[in-house]
């Protein structure tokens, strides 16, 4: 605490001391220095717990900075960033258990946070000359002005008997496919879906064609997808019981906890980051023919998928294993409640599917897409209930948990696979409100661009 | 839309935007857009109020100079881009060689990038599996380079496999740009074949090719376009002769140039 207080104190010096400085030397060169100092202050009040002090120091920093350059977005921007930090840290800090301080979560937030708030700073030092009008153009559809011509994002043509199979030397009195110019900006949709359901199979055979491509003649490759989250589970464990100076009295029940975390977040990870690059990396086929283009990251979907399931028998291991080690680790047991485990992991895997499918559409038209979306996964995953227990978080805090689009279903699972017990209702909601509302605003974005993509590939 | 024709093509515009930046990345939109600089955008008409009427069993060849929109009005009639103005209809089955390749995944045989574009173009798995062995005889590679990956294929041999399962998914209509291009003497002899046999079941051909004696031997109906409209549409003899007298010229002849 001393030292967070110093540090405040340091910080205060700073940002005042940055006002005039800022004031009289508006250059970028200035923000090097001044990130990183401010930087390692940050830092420091963190490893001391004074989350408190550290997101004072994080909005005076960006207020004086910026104020100073008169970006008066930037500053509503970073305030607003500050204060949500802020009311998270007092949240977390004066929950009952106050378990969560005291874990690496915490604290890996806090750094992936000030790693993005570093990047966002200098991406949007300049919106200090922008007009709110002119932000508002700028984020309302992806890209602003790069759309065809025309004014509609996409128009996108029928589907309608594409490519219906026909045998040789039918009569041409197959359905006449038209193409026209239509200023919806869907496509009809049943037509759409139509085609995606009779080319199921091509998402399935991609996914198993890619599985053998990538792990052709590897046994370790295969192993790898099972070991890598396994040791990171350990790797993460031991950090825990290190920090809280000595493990629970429940035996190896956190290990469990971390690892069917860790598992499910790594399907859902996949899923998210594979289907992004698959319309950028299907190039010739795009180019090519003719298909409903949400095949591609289904098939990734599919692909992961298929790497998940493997690691429920190892989880399953790994609790019998402990068990017998240490006899005070939770054994759940078998109840009617395992039978949510399907309803989970489809919700599950429509709210990363969802998600791939409007990364994916951004990844189409900024390629740098895929580099940001792994800052944002890693703050995802230590903002999850995977490292910290769901039951850390009282009150309001709890909140937390249903802004996160997979924080009710980690929960749910957790619940299930390591306390045994029903779901509450919340907790269903909350699952079924992510995956309805992941797919329609991810499908929404890629059915409405999508005939867009041949240009831009 | 009459039952005699293949496509029917009606007053086509398709114009696009390209971004001219160096790199399309979200950061540079971001710093862009804070400096107030206006994305560096051209837009470009590809095709411009084109009409035109393909009957069925004809073989049409597209000739024209580099970036006269033929690609462009290919992938329209394919049904990947999407017009920007007019309507095409199309009467049949669709195979199409636009980008050479077949599938996608350099790592994967050749036989399964056979089955992938199969099943992407619509087939079922029974029916892309059956064609499977045609296709491969077809291509005629070299010793088992069917089964090892696409990336070990010389240029030759994936431009054979792409033409080969092209032309074996049985379309009512082909699409065919510079495909003609790959293979050696003997395979484009065997290609030219499978074509005219393609023909004589009443089948539709369209070929983009700068290889003008492909095209007056092929085709039995020509068009020349140029800077996306459609300059002249007529026998292949004469519209390579008065595209030829064009290129040696360099500029277009008198009764164009109101065009």
Known sequence: ?457 | MPEELAVRIEDLSITYKVSLESKRTLKNALMRASLRQESRMRTIEAVKHLTLDIPHGSVLGIVGSNGAGKSTLMRCIAGILTPTAGRVAVNGKISTLLALGVGFNQSLSGRDNIILGGLASGLSKEEIESKTDDIAKFADLPDGFIDLPVRTYSSGMYGRLSFSVAVNMTPDILLLDEALSAGDAAFKEKSFDRMRQLCAEARTILIVSHALATVTELCDEAIWMHKGTMLAQGKPENIVDEYLKFLNVGTLPSNYEDM
């Open chain 1, 1 to 457: 605490m001393v030292v967070g207080l110093i540090g405040a104190t340091a910080g205060a010096t700073v940002g005042a001391s940055t006002v005039e400085t800022v004031l009289n030397f508006l250059t970028a060169t200035f923000f090097v220095p001044a990130t990183f100092f401010t930087g390692a202050f940050f830092t420091t009040a963190f490893l001391t717990g004074a989350f408190l002090t550290a997101a004072f120091l994080a909005t005076a920093f960006f207020a004086t900075a910026f104020l100073a350059t008169g970006a008066f977005f930037v500053v509503a921007f970073a305030a607003a960033f500050g204060a949500a930090i802020a009311l998270l840290d007092s949240k977390i800090a004066g929950s009952k258990s106050a378990e969560i301080r005291a874990t690496p979560a915490a604290l890996l937030i806090h750094l992936e946070l000030f790693k993005l708030l570093t990047i966002l700073m200098f991406t949007f030092r300049n919106f200090s000359r922008h007009s709110p009008a002119r932000i508002k153009r700028f984020f309302s559809p992806i890209g602003g002005r790069g759309w065809p011509a025309g004014g509609t994002c996409a128009q996108i043509c029928s589907w309608d008997g594409r490519l219906t199979p026909m045998p040789a030397n039918q009569d041409f009195v197959s359905k006449v496919q038209v193409f026209e110019p239509h200023k919806a900006s869907l496509p009809p949709l049943i037509p759409y879906f139509k085609e995606f359901w009779n080319r199921r199979v091509f998402a399935t055979e991609l996914a198993r064609f890619n599985d053998k491509a990538e792990y052709l003649g590897s046994r370790i490759g295969k192993a790898w997808l099972i070991l890598n989250p396994l040791l990171l589970g350990i790797v993460y464990y031991v950090v825990i019981v290190i920090i809280r100076g000595g493990s629970d009295n429940d035996g190896l029940t956190r290990l469990n906890h971390l690892l069917i975390g860790l598992f499910t977040f790594y399907f859902a990870q996949t899923t998210v980051m594979s289907g992004a690059q698959s319309i950028t990396l299907g190039g010739r086929l795009i180019l090519n023919q003719a298909f409903p283009r949400t095949l591609l990251p289904f098939s990734c979907a599919i692909q992961a998928f298929r790497q998940f399931l493997p690691t429920i028998p190892v989880y399953i291991l790994v609790l019998i294993v402990g068990n017998w080690i240490s006899p005070a680790t939770k054994f759940a047991g078998i109840s009617w409640n395992f039978l949510w485990i399907p309803f989970i992991i489809a919700c599950i895997a429509f709210t990363a599917f969802g998600l791939a499918l409007l990364f994916a559409t951004m990844n189409v038209y900024f390629r740098d897409t895929n580099k940001i979306l792994t800052y944002i996964t890693r703050i995802w995953m230590y903002l999850s209930p995977i490292l910290w227990l769901p039951s850390a978080l009282h009150g309001s805090s709890k909140l937390l948990l249903y802004i996160n689009p997979l924080g009710p279903a980690l929960t749910a699972n957790s619940r299930i696979w390591i306390d045994n017990s029903a779901l509450s209702l919340n907790i269903v909601l909350g699952c079924l409100f992510w995956a309805v509302a992941s797919m329609a605003i991810g499908g929404y974005f890629f059915i409405s661009r999508e005939r867009d993509f041949a240009i831009r590939i």
